[in-house]
Each structure stands twice: as C-alpha cells, then as structure tokens.
C-alpha cells in the first residue's frame, strides 16, 4: 500500500522524466548541490512539490 509521503517522491528516472532531462542531468545538478533531494537508504528521492518550488524560483530574474 503506498502512502500519501511515498506518492510523492520521485525517482531520478521519474524526476529525468518530469523535467524532461536526462538522468546525467540530475547527478550534475545533485554532485553541485543544484536540486532538493533526499538520499533514503542510499538513493536519490524527490519531493514534487519542492521540485515545483525550485523550478519557480529557477524562472525568476535574480
């Protein structure tokens, strides 16, 4: 049974997907700290709507 939290996160390929990138695009953004993320039990998982959050703020002038 998935719960609400686990219907949230995102896996590097789902997040590739989302993004429409590809997966060597999300370890960049990862190894230079670029995108929120959790690492539970040693893999990469995404919250959307911190995903969504990060991706407005991407689109602001600085």
Do not use: C
């Not at 939290?5 to 370890?27: C, F, G, H, P, Q």
């Not at 953004?29 to 929120?36: D, E, M, S």
């Not at 040693?42 to 990060?54: A, H, N, P, Y």
Request: positive net charge; aromatic residues 10%.
């Amino acid at each position: 049974m998935r719960t609400m939290v686990t219907s949230n996160l995102m896996t590097i390929e789902d997040l590739a997907d989302y993004l429409k990138v590809t997966r060597r695009t999300i370890y960049d953004w990862l190894k230079h700290n670029k995108i929120p993320a959790l690492k539970l039990v040693g893999q990469w998982r995404f919250k959307k709507d911190k995903i969504d959050s990060w991706l407005e703020s991407q689109s602001q002038p600085h």
